[in-house]
């Protein structure tokens, strides 16, 4: 399984980006896709997920109603719809896939991994 992240760069607080992750080399519907980050010095942390069929969504507290995870099955590529962004969100952004429906946010349970795209956020 392959996973390649894209659509990061530069933002003014308050603006919007939309990450893309698409996926190959695997049959999904029984996939989890999530987006994680991490910034200097911190740890990868969770931010949202999504199960490939059925669509239920998890997300982290903090960018509950500013971001909106969502999915192209004909096009096996998850998205991640960031809006109103604000500096804290600067970081390092990858996406994970795992086997199985459950929308873990823990980032050890995730089998694959894509290169991350680096966010930033200007204040």
């Known amino acids: 399984v392959q996973l390649q992240a894209s659509g990061g760069g530069l933002v003014q607080a308050g603006g919007s980006l939309r990450l893309s992750c698409a996926a190959s080399?695997?049959?999904?519907?029984?996939?989890?896709l999530g987006w994680f980050r991490q910034a200097p010095g911190k740890e990868r942390e969770f931010v949202a997920a999504?199960?490939?069929?059925?669509?239920?969504?998890a997300y982290k507290d903090s960018v509950k109603g500013r971001f909106t995870i969502t999915r192209d099955n004909a096009k096996n590529t998850v998205y991640l719809q960031m809006n109103s962004l604000k500096p804290e969100d600067t970081a390092v952004y990858y996406c994970?896939?795992?086997?199985?429906?459950?929308?873990?946010?823990?980032?050890?349970?995730?089998?694959?991994w894509g290169q991350g795209t680096q966010v930033t956020v200007s204040s």
């Open positions: 994970a896939g795992r086997r199985g429906l459950d929308l873990f946010k823990n980032p050890t349970w995730y089998d694959y």
């Open positions: 080399g695997g049959t999904f519907s029984t996939y989890t």
């Open positions: 999504t199960s490939w069929i059925g669509g239920t969504t």
